[in-house]
């Protein structure tokens, strides 16, 4: 669903992503970890072509993302992303933040936009906030709706760029449970994440990122049980 091949990045002097080879089947819910700076969000941020590459291939469900034009609009549509900070329109109800993309980039018909937001509100769980502002709810309900916004996209690969980091203690599980739920659903999925419960229980593969690179691999089993790397163990140790 996703391959990237041999995929290098620099800001400037610093080389972010190096020879990133990667393969992401349909349906596998992929948790990326490594520390601060490692590169994990620049990577995220490169599959849905919100960065440039210097080098290497990028495609999705097998098209290669182009650097411009029309059908890099369409593929990136395919792609959803939710970030740290929730970015929902805040001039706009919950509602209508669900429904605009659709109707902006997917040129569906506003009544069935609205009623594909409903339900999408209804399954993560914030139906009953459909006509408020974004302000008007709490941080895990605004996670929620920027879930079901993106998934109103009609997304083949969702991207998770840490996104229970900026929630209080008590709101960051009714997140995770939703993403739980969209894993157990089958949609494929990269998630950046330090939550290590739900890298156990939701994940097919754990990559451990340090420095640019794709350090190690493995299930999450045998990643946390027995890291290789004295990275991964070095970080491993300090987050446990
Ligand atoms: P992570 O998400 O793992 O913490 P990032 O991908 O955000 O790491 O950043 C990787 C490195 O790239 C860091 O050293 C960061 O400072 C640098 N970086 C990220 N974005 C930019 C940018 N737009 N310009 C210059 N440097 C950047
Ligand atoms: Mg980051």
């Given at each position: 669903?996703?391959?990237?091949?041999?995929?290098?990045?620099?800001?400037?002097?610093?080389?972010?992503?190096?020879?990133?080879?990667?393969?992401?089947?349909?349906?596998?819910?992929?948790?990326?970890?490594?520390?601060?700076?490692?590169?994990?969000?620049?990577?995220?941020?490169?599959?849905?072509?919100?960065?440039?590459?210097?080098?290497?291939?990028?495609?999705?469900?097998?098209?290669?993302?182009?650097?411009?034009?029309?059908?890099?609009?369409?593929?990136?549509?395919?792609?959803?992303?939710?970030?740290?900070?929730?970015?929902l329109?805040a001039?706009?109800t919950v509602?209508?933040?669900?429904?605009?993309?659709?109707?902006?980039?997917?040129?569906?018909?506003?009544?069935?936009?609205?009623?594909?937001?409903?339900?999408?509100?209804?399954?993560?769980?914030v139906?009953?906030q459909?006509s408020k502002y974004p302000s008007q709810l709490s941080?895990?309900q605004q996670?929620?709706v920027?879930?079901?916004?993106?998934?109103?996209?009609?997304?083949?690969?969702?991207?998770?760029?840490?996104?229970?980091?900026?929630?209080?203690?008590?709101?960051?599980?009714?997140?995770?449970?939703?993403?739980?739920?969209?894993?157990?659903?089958?949609?494929?999925?990269?998630?950046?994440?330090?939550?290590?419960?739900?890298?156990?229980?939701?994940?097919?593969?754990?990559?451990?990122?340090?420095?640019?690179?794709?350090?190690?691999?493995?299930?999450?089993?045998?990643?946390?049980?027995?890291?290789?790397?004295?990275?991964?163990?070095?970080?491993?140790?300090?987050?446990?």
């Open positions: 669903m996703v391959v990237l091949r041999n995929v290098n990045k620099h800001f400037g002097a610093l080389h972010v992503l190096q020879d990133i080879d990667l393969e992401i089947k349909q349906g596998e819910v992929v948790v990326l970890i490594g520390p601060s700076g490692s590169g994990k969000s620049t990577l995220c941020r490169t599959i849905n072509r919100l960065e440039t590459i210097d080098s290497g291939t990028i495609a999705i469900d097998g098209r290669p993302l182009p650097a411009e034009g029309r059908e890099l609009a369409r593929l990136r549509a395919e792609v959803g992303m939710v970030f740290q900070s929730f970015n329109f001039h706009k509602l209508e933040n669900v429904v605009l993309g659709q109707v902006k980039v997917r040129g569906i018909a506003k009544d069935r936009a609205v009623k594909t937001a409903q339900e999408l509100l209804e399954r993560v769980g139906g009953a459909a941080g895990g996670q929620r920027a879930i079901a916004r993106a998934l109103a996209m009609n997304p083949k690969v969702m991207l998770f760029d840490e996104p229970t980091s900026a929630l209080d203690p008590e709101m960051i599980n009714e997140v995770l449970e939703v993403m739980r739920q969209l894993a157990a659903d089958g949609m494929t999925m990269v998630v950046v994440t330090h939550e290590m419960g739900f890298a156990r229980s939701a994940a097919n593969r754990v990559l451990f990122m340090a420095d640019g690179r794709i350090v190690e691999q493995n299930t999450p089993e045998a990643f946390f049980t027995a890291p290789r790397s004295e990275r991964a163990k070095d970080f491993l140790s300090k987050i446990l």
